[in-house]
């Protein structure tokens, strides 16, 4: 596997808290992303990066704010949460293979919003 | 926005027997990406497919890319316990982006 990590693992927070969670790699690849994945959505795009300070919002961006300050580490914040994102959070690296990007993902983050 | 659609979404088989998943696109793919999670895992990248009407095969699994590259399947011969899981088709949308499908959950009876 490659080297993403993710956390915290699992979390437990309250409506209205803010969360944030963290993924590091050690591949030194450019492009990260943050999917969330809920029964009978798939994988959904949150956010990514394509470099240090350079992120852009997916489909389902709202409520989300991302930061990435160095090549490493890309952080998703819940700005104030609902019960609306509990959900499974993976974090996903890539580089050019050919003509593809192929994705390489984390363990993943289990949230609860109570 | 580009749509990737997965058929079935369930499926249930004993063990032996074939399994097959589908994915459509609504626009053309430069390629296609399968994908693999394990109950409690994370997706696992299987193989890519690049040219129109391509066939690859992993042992069991045989991946096919439409003449239209606007299709795809997975077809596992003879599943085993070992091939549960949730599988996703995914297609390049924008500069370094997938959309994937929805996966299709596997559950296989010994």
């Known amino acids: ?114 | 926005g580009q749509q990737v659609m997965q058929i079935p979404q369930y499926q249930h088989v004993q063990e032996g027997e074939d399994f097959t998943t589908y994915c459509n696109s609504s626009t053309t793919l430069s390629n296609i990406q399968w994908y693999k999670q394990r109950p409690g895992g994370h997706p696992v990248f299987l193989i890519q497919l690049v040219k129109s009407g391509e066939v690859k095969k992993q042992k069991r699994l045989t991946f096919q890319f439409g003449e239209a590259k606007k299709n795809s399947s997975l077809h596992i011969t003879a599943t085993q316990t070992t091939d549960v899981g949730t599988y996703f088709c995914a297609g390049p949308n924008g500069y370094g982006k997938l959309t994937f499908g929805q996966g299709t959950i596997l559950t296989v009876h010994p």
């Open chain 1, 1 to 114: 596997d490659a080297g993403i990590t993710q956390s915290p693992r699992h979390k437990v927070t309250e409506t209205g808290t803010p969360v944030t969670l963290r993924c590091h790699q050690t591949e030194n690849h450019r492009y990260m992303y943050w999917y969330r994945q809920d029964p009978g959505h798939g994988l959904r795009l949150i956010h990514y990066s394509y470099g240090v300070k350079d992120t852009d919002k997916g489909e389902v961006s709202d409520g989300y704010s991302v930061s990435r300050s160095k090549t490493e580490d890309f952080l998703l914040t819940l700005e104030s949460a609902t019960s609306s994102q509990t959900s499974v959070y993976f974090c996903a690296i890539s580089h050019k293979q050919g003509a593809a990007y192929e994705q390489y993902f984390g363990p993943g983050t289990r949230l609860t919003v109570t």
